[in-house]
């Protein structure tokens, strides 16, 4: 992915907040209903969301033979512009100390590896 095209999927997630949400979501596999669960809105929503998503090459569908119950995780590209993402959120760390940041920081690994 080039620097423009990984700015411009950069900025694409950031401007929604339903994209941003369904990015953290699927920082394991999941389907739409479990999404829609977790995020308290429609399937009907999700589904918009992860096609749009899918469309731009930041998400696919593990199992795309499945009529139902399709299960979707991040793209290597998705994966690399939500950890930049995740890296450029000052609001969140800033006002802690050293030690906390660490903290913070171990508990998201953790998250993301569960």
């Not at 979501?25 to 918009?48: D, E, F, I, Y």
């Not at 930041?58 to 994966?79: D, F, K, M, N």
Request: net charge positive.
């Amino acid at each position: 992915m080039t620097s423009q095209n990984y700015f411009r999927e950069y900025q694409y997630v950031r401007r929604s907040v339903r994209r941003q949400r369904l990015m953290e979501l699927l920082g394991k596999p999941m389907t739409a209903s479990q999404m829609a669960n977790a995020a308290g809105v429609t399937v009907k929503t999700v589904c918009r969301v992860v096609a749009e998503l899918r469309d731009q090459g930041l998400i696919r569908c593990l199992v795309p033979q499945a009529s139902r119950c399709r299960p979707y995780a991040h793209t290597p590209a998705g994966e690399a512009v939500w950890c930049q993402i995740t890296e450029r959120e000052p609001a969140t760390t800033q006002s802690l100390t050293p030690e906390d940041q660490a903290t913070y920081a171990a508990v998201c690994h953790r998250h993301r590896s569960a």
